[in-house]
């Protein structure tokens, strides 16, 4: 009865100020500045390898280290650095943590060598996942409720946009200023998104934080670890064709090198598409709009590799899968937080950690596919892990259908107060 009653006091509040939020607030678009700076400091270093290596004397896989250790700095870090920080204020948390963010990357600017910089890098992570989990949950804070996923789409969209401008014009800096200029330009990046937070995002409150014994036990039920191998088995689908995707272009598809770009622009345009639609796919329909996507990405992937031969079908394929694999992002992001409502922060940034560690295993199962079963069997492989995805989303409601969970008023499964 209590959760009932918090449900039924939060969403009336929510239908309050709804009048005054039906247009997303500019408290939004400095969490997206923000998660625009962190999709630029996790994909920049990629298109400056070389120039790293030759800079601090390592070889080329030393240097992607740097994309290893920042991944599983992401892992790591997000659920550690909320245990010890759950009882922080949201907003103060956000400031918290776009500082680790700057002081990270204003490290890499002036690392001296290979060691300090993965160790700049690896403090960089852990920001990461908590400031999306802790602004994701702001965002659904500060907007209408059927407007939740969109609002969290919006925050998301700042890492998809990094992929078509942000990366690209960070990597060219880079290359005609070097390196360490990239991480300069992400720092000033941070600094701005610091100072709108601290002038724009509203003191909201929240009440007494949740124990983290409570924490722990949402994280650990069944049905939460079940969502958060789907989100793992949604970005896996992703990173096992993303990460080869130049090759299967210049391979198998014909393209010149210099073409790739212009081609991972228009997927990035997809990607971006796809996050705003999901969001509010989502908000219409959660489940079924998590359901149909999910199918719809696993035969995109396995059209794929039917279609990668015909260089105009194959584009046209690759801006569809980028449409289809960020519309899941939103709805994944909603459905945990709907499973652990009354202690949703833990569960939330353990998300991203489950994403990242799905974009490790997917990049490594692709390599496996191209060693034992060649290039042209990779999207196939995305399809498989996308289909398992499709199957753990199916099980999911067929356990809630089994145990006749209610339904709150905006249309999401309530949690059983333990």
Known sequence: MKNTASTASRSTAS???????????????CLTIGAFAIGMTEFIIMGLLPNVAQDLGVSIPQAGQLI???ALGVAVGAPLLTVFTHKIQQKKLLVLLMCIFIAGNALSVVAPTYGLLISARILTAFAHGTFLGVGSLMATRLVAPERRAAAVSVVLAG????????????TFIGQQLGWRASFGAITILGIVSLLGIIRFIPVLEQGAPANLGQQFRNLVRPQVL???????????SL???????TPLLTDISGFAEQSVTWILVLFGVGVTLGNIVGGRLADWKLMPSLVVNFGVLAAILALLTLTIG???????????????????????????????????LLATTSSHSAFNLGNAGGAYLGGLAITHTGLISVPLYGAAIAALGLLGLLLSVATERKKGLPETADGTETVPVH
């Open 159 to 170: 890492l998809t946009i990094a992929n078509i401008v942000g990366v690209p014009f960070g």
């Open 239 to 245: 990173f096992v064709v993303f990460t080869y995707i």
């Open 310 to 344: 015909n260089p105009i079908l194959g584009v046209a394929t690759v801006f569809c899968w980028g449409v289809a694999a960020f519309g899941i992002m939103p709805g994944l992001q909603i459905r945990i937080m709907n499973m652990t409502r009354e202690a949703p």
């Open 68 to 70: 290893t250790g920042y």
């Open 226 to 236: 079940l969502g958060l191998l789907v989100g793992a088995l949604g970005t896996g």
């Open 15 to 29: 239908r309050k100020g709804s009048g005054k939020q039906r247009a997303f607030p500019l408290s939004l678009l």
